[in-house]
């Protein structure tokens, strides 16, 4: 019989900080192992190995260990060596930087498939602004605050990262051009929206998650609450 999905984090932005350290530790436990493989793709042009260094210090202080996944280009996500560790692992974390460059690494790759089946039999996996847009579908496009296609790991659910400091008008156009057919969450820095097997989501950080549909007012949760987004 198939294990039911893992534990699914949904981060806002302003991740390996204090606000994560609950969140963080959180899903260390759910994992069941110290282990994290980061994976700095959407970074691969500022700086990636400082991307690593950073959370390598941070789940260092929560007893993590942090493994560098060395993904910064298609090439690299059908490495053989990649996707094993990727289908191997019990907690990857997928880190912010540019959401088109993720995308395009990742979409209809091997790496992207292993990243699914480690997730699907009961792994952790956490995505941070950009990935946690791009992972969903639809995608809300940073150029402007429109939509495209996302990975689908999550279907009909978009992610307005970094909800409480976007400019005004991305955030009012993703809001506009809402389809009936999707659920917007605009996630703070420092929260997240998490998941654990087919369990509710729940808010957990330091911010809040709002929650827009199309023609009705939106709602707003804080930390321990729980989030309907169907």
Not at 99 to 118: D, N
Not at 203 to 208: L, M, S
Request: hydrophobic share 45%.
């Amino acid at each position: 019989m198939a294990k039911r999905p893992g534990t699914l984090a949904l981060i806002g932005g302003g991740e390996w900080t204090k606000p994560c350290a609950d969140l963080d530790a959180r899903l260390l436990e759910a994992a069941g192992r110290p282990d994290v493989l980061v994976l700095p793709t959407a970074a691969a042009f500022e700086h990636p190995d400082r991307v690593v260094d950073r959370a390598a210090a941070w789940f260092e202080k929560l007893g993590g260990k942090v493994q560098f996944l060395p993904v910064l280009n298609r090439r690299d996500a059908e490495s053989d060596a990649n996707v094993t560790a990727a289908r191997d692992a019990a907690f990857v974390y997928i880190a912010d930087g540019s959401p088109l460059h993720l995308r395009s690494v990742l979409k209809g790759s091997a790496l992207w498939e292993a990243i699914v089946h480690m997730y699907e039999r009961g792994g952790v996996l956490a995505a941070a602004g950009a990935g946690a847009t791009v992972i969903c579908d639809p995608m809300v496009d940073p150029r402007g605050g429109a939509y495209t296609v996302g990975l689908g790991l999550v279907s009909s659910l978009a992610v307005f990262p970094y909800h409480g400091t976007a400019a005004d008008h991305i955030r009012e156009r993703s809001v506009d051009l809402l389809s009936a057919n999707a659920v917007l969450v605009g996630i703070d820095e420092g929260t997240a929206l998490v998941r654990a097997g087919d369990d509710p989501w729940e808010v957990v950080g330091g911010g809040r998650v709002t929650v827009y549909r199309k023609g009705a007012k939106p709602r707003t949760a804080k930390s321990g609450a729980p989030v309907d987004v169907s």
